[in-house]
Each structure stands twice: as structure tokens, then as C-alpha cells.
């Protein structure tokens, strides 16, 4: 269970993430996205074994212009990191478990990034990556050098999905069962890790993730937003779930509790509509 090669704290690396949509359109120098292809060469193989692959991309744009393929949304990019994976049935989890690895990989050495999991267009992206037919495209993120202002767009994104916010503890997190929250003094050498959970980003903010502390088991379940996965053509809320094991994982191992992934739901009373399980982290 490596952490991240990088000498500053997971924790504060977390903290310091922010998806940026506007950049100064400064290229990306050779030396970092050698780093971030060595990064991404050592990586191991995600919770649930699913084949994914991640390559980067220009696009060749010159300029701070709006980047084609994103709808207006990302300007003044030409570098791209874009996420191949093999269909399986934890696919998106495991794909949000990688890439979270390779943004915050990128913030630690300086770059800016920003999730984009609807918000492009696959086939400029399929096109110069040899897509095969049993596989998808789910998410790309720019890399660069953040603008001196948002665009009116990406303050507009900002803004509407209440980036900034999150929601407190007892929205988040129980103890025992979904009655009974849990609070940050129960939580004991989880703390850190729970709460790098709390701060990770989400697809319109919506911090699909629900845990419950079970001794020394740690349940995740997934609370759907109703129409959600309609809305979009990545079930985005089970990548979600993958980027809060990234960050509890990453966290835990920095924090020097050991332990691992396992599914084995577990027998909890009186589940809240919506509430689905995802998987569970058991202390050694």
C-alpha cells in the first residue's frame, strides 16, 4: 500500500487541490510529464483489479484559448491525461481510486488540474488513443499552469457547485449504524483518514460517500442523487466513491495504520433510502 512519491504530506497536498478550468497556456515542461508518466508506470493495480491504462495527451493548442473537445469549458491546456479502462463491474471505482493517485501526483509537483467526467468529447480523445471496443473513455483532466482569473465559465462552475464547501461530519459519517453519527473524538487514528475523505472532490459536489466506523471496520456506502446517473454518461458517483478510498487509503498509510479492502457487507439495520454498499476497509 505505497503512498505517493513526494516528500510533502498527503494530508496538505489534499488540502491544497483545486480543479482549475482557466490556464495561462504555458506548456507543460518535459521533465514533469516524464514524472508523471514515471508516476504513473509504478502504479498498482487498483482495489478491484480493473485493467486500466492512462495516457497523455496535446492537443496542440497555442495560446489561452478555449481547448475544442470541452465544450467551452477548459482554456489556454494542451496537455491532457486521459483514463482508459477495460469494462468491468468495479470499473469506475477503481478508475477513480488511480486517477485521484495521478491528480494529486501532479498537484505535488506544481500543476494544476480539474475532473472532467462529462464535460468532453470522446472521440477527440478516442481518436489518438487506440480505443478498443471493450473499452471506455471515463475521465480526462487538463495539466497546467492556472490563469491569473477564472474565466466566466469556470467561475460560473465554481460558484454553482459550491466547490469550497463540504459537508460536516454528521452528514458524512456514523458509528455503528445510520443513526448514531460519528464524532471526530470516536474516531480515534481514523480521524485523519476520515476527514481527507470529507475534503475529496466530487462530481457537482455532491459527497455521494457515506462511512460508518465499525470497530475496526470501516463500511463505505454509496447515497445516489436521484436522476444522477441519467444525467450523465459515466456513472460519476461510483468514480467518487473511488477518489474517497484514494484519499482514505492515502491518508491511513501516511498516518501508519495498515490494513486493506475487502467486500463483505456488512449486516447494518435500517439502511436510508438510496444508500447503497461499496466496499469496506478493515484495520490490521
Known amino acids: 500500500m505505497p503512498g ?24 507543460v515542461e518535459n521533465e514533469k510529464k516524464d514524472q508523471i508518466l514515471s508516476f504513473i508506470s509504478t ?42 479502462v477495460k469494462n468491468s463491474p468495479m470499473d469506475m471505482e477503481d478508475v477513480g481510486f488511480l486517477f485521484e493517485k495521478i491528480i494529486l501526483f501532479a498537484t505535488a509537483i506544481g500543476l494544476d488540474t480539474c475532473w472532467m467526467g462529462a464535460s468532453f468529447s470522446t472521440p477527440l480523445f478516442s481518436e489518438k488513443m487506440e480505443l478498443k471496443p471493450e473499452e471506455t473513455i471515463p475521465v480526462v483532466s487538463p495539466i497546467g499552469y492556472r490563469a491569473g ?17 463540504r459537508k460536516p461530519w454528521p ?4 458509528d ?14 481514523l480521524e485523519v483518514p476520515f476527514e481527507m475523505v470529507r475534503l475529496a472532490p466530487s462530481a457537482v459536489n455532491k459527497q455521494p460517500w457515506r462511512l460508518i466506523l465499525d470497530g475496526k471496520k470501516v463500511h463505505f456506502f454509496l447515497k445516489r442523487t436521484m436522476g444522477f446517473e441519467s444525467m450523465f454518461k459515466m456513472d460519476l458517483q461510483r468514480i467518487d466513491m473511488g477518489i ?7 491518508a491511513a498509510n501516511e498516518m501508519g495504520v ?22 469496506s476497509w478493515e484495520c490490521d
Open 258 to 279: 495498515e490494513g486493506g479492502w475487502k467486500v463483505e457487507e456488512p449486516n447494518i439495520e435500517s439502511l436510508p433510502d438510496g444508500i447503497e454498499y461499496a466496499v
Open 171 to 174: 452528514d458524512l459519517f456514523f
Open 43 to 84: 502504479l498498482d493495480k487498483p482495489p478491484f483489479g480493473s485493467e486500466a491504462r492512462f495516457q497523455m495527451v496535446d492537443l496542440d493548442l497555442k495560446g489561452t484559448g478555449k481547448v475544442s473537445g470541452t465544450y467551452g469549458v477548459i482554456k489556454g491546456a494542451e496537455t491532457f491525461i486521459a483514463t482508459i
Open 176 to 189: 455503528s449504524n445510520f443513526d448514531s453519527p460519528l464524532e471526530k473524538n470516536d474516531a480515534g487514528e
Open 149 to 165: 482569473r477564472r474565466s466566466i465559465t469556470d467561475t460560473v462552475f465554481h460558484i454553482s457547485a459550491g466547490s469550497k464547501k
Open 244 to 250: 474517497a478510498m484514494c484519499h482514505f487509503e492515502l
Open 4 to 27: 505517493l512519491p513526494i516528500d510533502t504530506p498527503i494530508t496538505e497536498i489534499i488540502t491544497k487541490r483545486r480543479s482549475w478550468r482557466t490556464y495561462n497556456g504555458k506548456p
